[in-house]
């Protein structure tokens, strides 16, 4: 089989192929023919080869969602591809356990929104886990490597500064085809977005305390509570103002 990147079928490649047939190979005790292989590890010396490790796979452990309150923020931009993610990961949601009134979604513009809106429903702390779905595709200009990189890294800095897990679901696609394969059936991680929102959220639950019916988190002396002044947070038994939904 020739080693090039043509596709061969539903949008997968033969290299999708040959780390197949490399795997089911190895498993059998047989020598490794892929050519980029050859000469290295257990297929070389004859010896099985460990099970492989590599692959676009994650796994997850049953989970229940029963408790949280997940945001979903979806851009507008290339909406048919944003909502085929939306329902994956909405319908995941709900197998996992999450209650139909505790997905909360918004709808934004584009990508380059989603990290505002990403902020503006973590301030309020009444949200266990945000997913953010947009789909980037490269246009002629630079206009793409602004926007991804950007709302990547400012992202990553609203999950870290608020504690509230955001779930990085923006494809950045160099073609439409790479998205469209991403976006719908066999090449979208949407429903393993779904599935790290409540493992994140249970994580985060775990470690941080578990809200109370104020809304509040119970986290060392006393509720964490939002104040007036745009969420920063006081100690106080006395519930907090409500801010958001
Ligand atoms: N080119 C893409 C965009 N561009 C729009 C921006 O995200 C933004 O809405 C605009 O610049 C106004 O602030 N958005 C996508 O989601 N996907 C694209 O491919
Ligand atoms: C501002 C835009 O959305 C647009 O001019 C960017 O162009 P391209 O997507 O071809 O890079």
């Known amino acids: 089989m020739a080693v090039d990147k043509e596709k061969v079928s539903g949008g997968e490649t033969r290299w999708t192929r040959l ?67 939306q329902k994956d990961v909405v319908d995941t949601l709900k197998a ?15 990508t380059w929104e989603l990290p505002l809106a990403a902020r503006f429903v973590s301030i309020t702390q009444k949200l266990d886990a945000i997913v953010c779905l947009g789909v980037l595709v490269k246009g002629e200009t630079n206009h793409y490597e602004y926007i991804a990189e950007n709302v990547a890294k400012s992202l990553m800095e609203i999950q870290v500064q608020s504690t509230v897990p955001i779930v990085f679901g923006v494809l ?6 790479q998205a469209e394969f991403r976006a719908t059936g066999k090449g979208s991680h949407a429903k393993d977005w779904a599935l790290t929102a409540v493992e994140m959220a249970t994580l ?31 100690v106080s038994s006395e519930p907090g103002k409500k801010i958001g939904f």
């Open 204 to 234: 985060r639950s775990s470690q941080m305390g578990k809200p109370d019916q104020t809304g509040a988190k119970k986290i060392g002396f006393g509720n964490l509570l939002e104040n007036a002044e745009g969420g920063a947070k006081k």
């Open 96 to 110: 996992s356990g999450v209650e139909n009134d505790n997905i909360i979604q918004f709808k934004v513009p584009g």
């Open 19 to 85: 780390w197949e047939d490399r795997a089911l190979r190895e498993r059998r005790g047989g020598q490794s023919a892929c050519p980029l292989l050859c000469g290295r590890g257990p297929a070389r010396s004859g010896a099985r080869a460990p099970p492989l490790r590599m692959g676009k796979e994650v796994t997850f452990a049953e989970m229940d969602g029963k408790k949280f309150r997940i945001g979903v923020l979806a851009t507008r931009w290339n909406a048919e591809l944003v909502e085929a993610m």
């Open 172 to 177: 950045t696609c160099l073609t439409e085809e």
